[in-house]
């Protein structure tokens, strides 16, 4: 039964369907439906929380266990040595769509400057 409205919710609840990459019991990481690099992954808690700053207010220990899941993540791509951007993007001016906080994960190629004006 649909529970949630939110979409990442959703997929943590397997009512839609992901390429999940690594799970542990309180974090998931599946690959974007729309790649912007080689690698591109999200890493999220399974607790809905709306954004980054959210979920460290609120649960900072789950925040780190997020970082850790990103460190599981680009060691099982392959990419921790070659490196990799790690972007949180955070309400309007960050370009947020969808308020269930989430990490990026680029790599693969060089993911360029950092922002083009
Ligand atoms: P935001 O702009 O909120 O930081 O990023 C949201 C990301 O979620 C986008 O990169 C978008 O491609 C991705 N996304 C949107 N809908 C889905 C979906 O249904 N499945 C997956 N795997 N990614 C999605
Ligand atoms: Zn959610």
Do not use: W
Request: aromatic share 4%; hydrophobic share 50%; charged share 15%.
């Amino acid at each position: 039964m649909v529970t949630s409205d939110c979409l990442f919710c959703r997929i943590v609840a397997g009512e839609i369907p992901a390429t999940v990459v690594h799970e542990t019991a309180t974090t998931l990481a599946f690959r974007d439906i729309d790649p912007k690099a080689p690698v591109h992954v999200l890493v999220i808690p399974k607790a809905h929380h709306a954004d980054v700053s959210a979920l460290a207010g609120a649960d900072p220990g789950l925040a780190g266990e997020v970082l850790a899941t990103v460190a599981a993540v680009v060691a099982a791509e392959g990419v921790a040595a070659s490196g990799y951007r790690l972007i949180f993007n955070s309400g309007p001016d960050g370009g947020q769509e969808v308020f269930h906080a989430h990490g990026h994960i680029l790599a693969g190629a060089p993911i360029g400057p950092m922002v083009s004006r």
